[in-house]
């Protein structure tokens, strides 16, 4: 069973609609999940992180976490075109701790249609 | 600016030869780490290193080597012994702790014919 999984899409969004965004993992002991933009030929860079039940948001970004169902999603609102982009999900396992790094999905490729 | 370096930016060997890939952060994190990115692919974790002069492997660790001397400093060596070692590889710190955030180089593309 892959650890954590994602829907590589392509998931196509109208500009200025949600966007969202999947995460199912399946270390039941993980305990910090992150959000990572990863743009063509490009490193990933950090979007959200969360660490408890519930929703976060920061900006026009939203993480939801359900660790009862081991589900995290990112919801984006008003997504513009440069939103498009590969969005990688990432936990830590808890046999690590985390200071054995994240664990990533494969990315899901997202495209906002102007 | 704080930041984590890379170099170089794309780099080209022959089958056979070994090649060192370099990684540097100033950003006072005591844990780095190297991932490797296929097309398609998720990252994959290579080596890492939560103490100077201390590293575990990850999970595809063959064919490469790492060594923590500083620091700051982390290089990855790509051996012959990789059976294919073209791809993206990233190199990231964090402050080590359980739960901190990775922060990503921009990588190294490394093509080997």
């Known amino acids: 069973q892959k650890e954590v999984e994602q829907n590589s899409g392509p998931l196509s969004v109208p500009e200025g609609a949600i966007a969202s965004l999947n995460c199912t993992y399946s270390d039941r002991g993980s305990q910090s999940f992150f959000w990572y933009r990863q743009y063509s030929g490009k490193s990933p860079e950090l979007i959200m992180f969360i660490y408890s039940n519930g929703d976060k948001e920061d900006g026009r970004f939203t993480a939801q976490l359900n660790k009862a169902s081991q589900y995290v999603s990112l919801l984006i609102r008003d997504s513009q075109p440069s939103d498009s982009a590969t969005y990688l999900c990432a936990v830590t396992l808890s046999s690590g701790g985390g200071a054995d790094g994240l664990t990533f999905g494969k990315g899901t490729h997202l495209i906002i249609q102007p | 600016d704080g930041g984590i370096t890379q170099s170089p930016k794309y780099l080209f060997r022959k089958e056979g030869q070994n090649v060192t890939l370099s990684c540097e952060q100033n950003?006072?994190?005591?844990?780095m780490y190297w991932y490797r990115q296929d097309p398609g692919q998720g990252l994959r974790l290579i080596y890492y290193?939560?103490?100077?002069?201390?590293?575990q492997k990850g999970d595809i660790a063959e064919g490469y080597s790492v060594s923590r001397e500083k620091k700051e400093s982390f290089p990855l060596t790509v051996t012959s012994a990789q059976k294919n070692p073209t791809a993206f590889y990233l190199c990231?710190?964090?402050?080590?702790?359980?739960?901190?955030?990775?922060?990503f180089g921009n990588g190294t593309r490394l093509t080997v014919t």
């Open positions: 290193s939560q103490i100077v002069n201390d590293f």
């Open positions: 990231a710190s964090s402050r080590g702790t359980g739960g901190s955030p990775l922060h």
């Open positions: 950003l006072n994190h005591d844990a």
